[in-house]
Nanobody
Framework: QVQLVESGGGLVQAGGSLRLSCAAS????????MGWFRQAPGKEREFVATINWSGGSTTYADSVKGRFTISRDNAKNTVFLQMNSLKPEDTAVYYCGAVPTRLSALHTSAYYYAYWGQGTQVTVSS
């Protein structure tokens, strides 16, 4: 099994930037396609971005396209989410998830993600 730990969340003003990290342990990250999801209070967990095992393919939610960038460094067992031009509606707990490579990549449904981190809070003030 892989263990995931997110970090990098915090409080930022609208228009600002944050970089989230998801560090993996237990197994090498190249065994997994990875994704970022978020959950605001009273709402369901929603897809943000996903990246395949090699980093060669990505998919984004329309709401973050052009503002967020997902990337990975398999040598460091870490996945990143660079968030620019943040908006108050981006406020949520952000989770990283892992999909084993025996499944196809670029899933936007949380159903396919077998492993999750504990989440990191992102708050964007207006």
């Amino acid at each position: 099994q892989v263990q995931l730990v997110e970090s990098g969340g915090g409080l930022v003003q609208a228009g600002g930037s944050l970089r989230l990290s998801c560090a993996a342990s237990g197994r090498t990250l190249d065994r997994y396609h990875m994704g970022w999801f978020r959950q605001a209070p009273g709402k369901e967990r929603e897809f943000v971005a996903t990246i395949n095992w090699s980093g060669g393919s990505t998919t984004y939610a329309d709401s973050v396209k052009g503002r967020f960038t997902i990337s990975r460094d398999n040598a460091k067992n870490t996945v990143f989410l660079q968030m620019n031009s943040l908006k108050p509606e981006d406020t949520a707990v952000y989770y990283c998830g892992a999909v084993p490579t025996r499944l196809s990549a670029l899933h936007t449904s949380a159903y396919y993600y077998a492993y999750w981190g504990q989440g990191t809070q992102v708050t964007v003030s207006s």
